[in-house]
Structures are given as C-alpha cells and as structure tokens.
C-alpha cells in the first residue's frame, strides 16, 4: 500500500467474533483511498484472530496485529503505535460504520485545518430500534468550543478523527489497566493541546448497545469503579482552574451513580469518596438531573437502601 496513509483505523479486538465481519465489512466498504486498517487481536480465544487474519489477505488495507491479552487501552496503544496515517480513529469490533465515514471526517478535516472532527452516531439496540446523536456542541465563529467537548463529549473516541501529531504535542497514550473511561482519559489528555475541533452534521458511526448482554452497564465491578476515579482525579489534577470545577463535580456524581450498580462494592469506598469529592456545595454548580438526585439520596442514606431505590428507578436511567 506505500507509505501515503491519510487515516488509520484502530479496531481493538477481543472475542466479538459474533459481530466482527459486520463491523469488517464496513470498514472494506469505505470510499476514501490513502486508508489502513489496524486489527489487534487482543488475545481473542474464539474465531475473531482466524476473521482478522482472513480479511488481511483477501484486502491490503487490513493488518492484524496479534498480541497477548492486555485490555482496551493496550489494544489501543498498539494501534496507535503502528498507524501510519496523518490522521487516526479508532473503531470498536461490536460497531459498524457508514461507508463514507472517513472520508467526509477527513475531508473536512483538511479543508478547515483542524486537529479533531467529530460527527454523530446512531445507538442500535438489540430489538431493532434506533437512536440518534448528532455532533451538536456550542461553536465560536465554527470552531467547537472546548469546553463543551471536555464537559459532554470526552466519551466515544470512536466518532472523533484526531491528527496523530496531536498525541505527540500532548505527550498523550492510553494508560494500561484503564479500560473504562479510557476515551475520556485520552481525550481529556489531547484536550490539553488545545486542538482546533470541529464537527459535521452527518451521523456516521452505529453503536451497538449491548444492555441485555455481557456489558459494563450490567456487570459493573469494583475494579471498573477504580479504573472510572483513576480517570476523574487525573482530571480534576490536570483541570484544576476555578472554571473547570462544575465539569469535574459532574464526573465526581457520574462516579458516585455509577457505584450504585455495583454488585461487589466497598461501601466504605463510596461514602469516602462522597465526603471527600461532593460536599453539598459542590452541588449548586451541578446541573440537575435524576442522577444528581440519586447521588444526594446516596450521600444520605445508608448505600444498600441508596441501591434498592436506584434498582426501582433503573429504568429511567438506562434506554
């Protein structure tokens, strides 16, 4: 394929046999020239390594890297570490995309000079619904503000092209170990460099949510909850301005809620973390919601009652 590479592609690959030609099969039917596609087979024991490997010889623009089990943000790192191109993405094994994706991220990426692009995506679930999320950040002058992407979009590196010299400026890789909250972590890291971002109206990207399966919002652990608070105090660390302070009290309340889905949980953990990160002034710079209530109920009354009460409202919290 040469070395002239506009886009790669990192897919991190880890027993999503079942899902990954259709994600494959997008990726092959992109319309851009000048892109890879990076496969890491991260120590897959189902047919997802024999997939990748069969795709790779039938198209050169796939490679396969196929390395012992580390986690997402190992998987990542490898990707990144061997992409050639001027401009990286990553793109989860379960997902798929639309056949235009790339280059209409890049193009605009290259007409306006920007360092991260972003466009939207649809949430399909499992029962053949639909939902839509499109790039909708506050713009000065058609620059995304910053802030708006650090307060609400640091999630879902997979719909925002990023210029890989920006890791370099920022001194910026995924960290072993964090394999939840890792697209934040990163983004939050690239955020530092203060990139010129922009974003596309058009919805490319098809996120597979998978809340009846094997997922995080169903088998949430202990050790996911350590991997969410080493992400949030490098964020409140490197965020440490007055102005930044409602968006690191929301991700300290995102860290409180989500220990209330947490079978194995420390409770003494949860109520240090409480008193320690959200003193009840730190809710007047909040924005209400019914997760922040939930918090406050968890803040005062005993955790096991907290959870019981969440369990009866999980409903309205999780579509």
């Given amino acids: 394929m040469g070395n002239n590479i506009a886009v790669s592609v990192t897919v991190p690959i880890y027993n999503t046999s079942k899902y990954l030609q259709k994600c494959l099969d997008s990726l092959a039917s992109q319309t851009m020239d000048g892109i890879e596609f990076i496969l890491v087979d991260d120590g897959s024991s189902d047919d997802s390594g024999r997939i990748c490997d069969e795709y790779a010889r039938n198209d050169s623009r796939f490679r396969v890297i196929h390395q012992d089990n580390g986690g997402s943000s190992v998987a990542r790192q490898s990707g990144l570490n061997n992409a050639r191109g001027e401009y990286v993405i990553v793109c989860d094994s379960d997902d798929w995309v639309e056949p235009d994706m ?91 460099g203060e990139p010129k971002i922009i974003q596309i109206k058009e919805n490319l ?47 300290a309340i995102d860290l409180a809620f989500a220990c209330l889905r947490v079978n194995d949980l420390q409770e003494s953990y949860v109520k240090w973390f409480i008193s320690s990160e959200l003193k009840w002034k730190n809710f007047r710079s909040a924005r209400i919601s019914l997760k922040m209530i939930m918090v406050c109920i968890e803040k005062i009354l005993p955790v096991p009652m907290s959870k019981y009460i969440f369990r009866n409202l999980y409903r309205f919290f999780y579509r």
Avoid at 215 to 244: D, G, P, R, V
Wanted: charged share 20%; glycine share 4%; hydrophobic share 35%.
């Fill in 102 to 192: 790339y280059r209409l991220l890049y193009t605009a990426a290259k007409n306006q000079e920007a360092d991260i692009v972003v466009c939207g995506y649809y949430a399909e679930y499992s029962n053949g619904s639909s939902i839509v999320h499109p790039a909708q950040y506050k713009e000065n002058d058609g620059v995304v503000d910053n802030e708006d992407i650090l307060q609400y979009g640091a999630n879902s590196s997979w719909v925002k092209l990023v210029k890989k010299d920006l890791f370099t400026k920022t001194n910026s890789c995924y960290v072993k170990g964090i394999n939840l909250s890792e697209d934040s972590l990163i983004i939050y890291k690239l955020l530092k």
């Fill in 205 to 251: 990207y098809h996120y597979r949510r998978l809340l009846g399966e094997n997922s995080y919002t169903n088998c949430i652990k202990m050790n996911n909850i350590f991997q969410l608070a080493y992400t949030y105090f490098w964020l409140k660390s490197n965020y440490a301005e007055e102005k930044y302070s409602p968006i690191v009290t929301q991700r």
